[in-house]
């Protein structure tokens, strides 16, 4: 009887290696941002607007 | 078994810093925040779609109980915060209308087909979940899918945005929204057989950790726990980079969206989180002695379903504004009215979807490969 295929950790590691190859081919074609630039490391008390979108903006 | 665990905390840690190091302090503290909810829904399995089943399949309120107590934490501190700086932090206030009554009403089927709504849908992938794999794959497709279709569909109707802010201030809509959790939970625990009505103590400290999590969400992104817009920004990027011209439709051509659709996943809130989400849950899977066994095999019918209704979670999600943590946790949680009708119509909806998921998940015959 062989193993199956579909293992947990088989399908886990598919998932991540999914979401890491979005992220290595969206870095290659819209650049990595600029560490630098980037917003207060905790939007309450940094006086900026939020600028982040959520899924009840219409 | 220690070693194993030390091992993935550490690579965990890595990916943070790594994160923080290539996008700033921000993104790397949003990335531990998703690894965060992956650890806490999928380790101490406190889940959305499930607990909806059993309560309306079993009458079995327990985890439904505990989803309204991590709402109501995550309010009580959502509220002040909210009313001390709304120049910094902003809820997850949508209209309501015909559209989003109707998407939750059957994002709330779908997710009962597919056993997984928005973060359950993303715990199961990467807890190793085939259907939630697949069902990943469509959502990502059906909310970039949603968005092109978005201005007809909130044009049949809506009213504007109305929350409990709006209706009795700050102080006053904190005390509407813990009565009105009240009153339902006692409903609930009305309805539910006996033996059936007081949470265990693991859902107890998972709604306290993910109340814990959903205010640092808040408080270090400026905005709700949210899942869908990041998967749709996914959809969409990979769409224009397939050909599609985005320019033209209404969603994307604003400036905000615009934005997003050129910049880094990196920069964007919910993407963030939700690939933390994905690798906490992947963490726990791995770190467990016994990983769980996979899920039964479908039929080539079974699979297409799947896929099809994890296209359907993602259209649906996306005219709702919002899935199960978007609309319905932090909608509530930070005041919304449009969260207590998502989760009025997504609830009818999975009393539907109960009824379909036999009918749609059809198991592979045995000795025939799926």
Not at chain 2, 155 to 178: D, E, H, Y
Request: with cysteine; proline share 5%.
């Amino acid at each position: 009887m062989s193993a199956p295929l579909l293992t947990r950790p088989r399908i886990g590691l598919a998932a991540l290696t999914l979401v890491a190859a979005l992220i290595v081919w969206d870095a290659a074609r819209s650049g990595l941002p600029d560490p630098f630039r980037s917003p207060a490391p905790v939007a309450l008390g940094s006086g900026a607007a939020p600028e982040g979108a959520h899924c009840s903006a219409n | 078994m220690l070693g194993r665990r030390l091992g993935l905390g550490l690579v965990a840690l890595a990916l943070v810093a790594g994160t923080a190091l290539a996008a700033g302090p921000r993104a790397g503290l949003l990335v531990a925040l998703g690894i965060g909810f992956g650890l806490v829904l999928e380790g101490l399995r406190f889940g959305f779609a499930g607990p909806w089943r059993a309560m309306i399949a079993e009458r079995d309120a327990r985890g439904l109980l505990a989803q309204l107590l991590a709402i109501g934490l995550t309010a009580a501190l959502a509220f002040p915060l909210l009313a001390a700086a709304p120049g910094e932090l902003q809820g997850a206030h949508a209209p309501v209308g015909l559209a989003m009554i109707g998407g939750a009403f059957i994002f709330g089927a779908a997710m009962q087909v597919v056993m997984g709504c928005g973060s359950g849908t993303l715990v199961n992938a990467g807890s190793g979940n085939a259907i939630g794999l697949l069902a990943l794959a469509g959502f990502v497709a059906g909310s970039f899918l949603g968005t092109l279709h978005l201005g007809w569909w909130t044009g049949l109707g809506s009213l504007p945005v109305i929350s409990a802010q709006s209706l009795a201030g700050a102080q006053g809509g904190l005390v509407l929204t813990l009565g009105a959790l009240a009153l339902v939970a006692a409903l609930l625990v009305w309805r539910a057989e006996p033996g059936k009505r007081l949470p265990a103590r693991r859902l107890f400290w998972a709604a306290a950790l993910i109340a814990g999590l959903a205010v640092l969400n808040l408080v270090i992104a400026g905005q709700p726990w949210g899942i869908v817009y990041g998967l749709g920004l996914w959809g969409a990027k990979l769409a224009q980079a397939g050909g599609a011209d985005l320019a033209a439709n209404a969603f994307w051509a604003a400036p905000g969206n615009a934005a997003r659709l050129e910049a880094s996943v990196l920069t964007d809130v919910t993407s963030l989180t939700n690939i933390g989400l994905i690798l906490g849950a992947f963490l726990v899977m791995r770190g467990r002695a016994d990983p769980g066994a996979p899920v039964a095999p479908l039929a080539a019918r079974g699979w297409a379903g799947v896929l099809i209704a994890g296209l359907v979670l993602g259209y649906s999600a996306r005219l709702a504004f919002g899935c199960n943590v978007g609309a319905f946790f932090s909608g509530i949680s930070t005041g919304s009215l449009h969260g207590w009708v998502w989760f009025a119509a997504a609830f009818a909806g999975s009393i539907w979807g109960l009824k379909l998921r036999p009918l749609i998940l059809v198991p592979a015959r045995r000795g025939v490969a799926a």
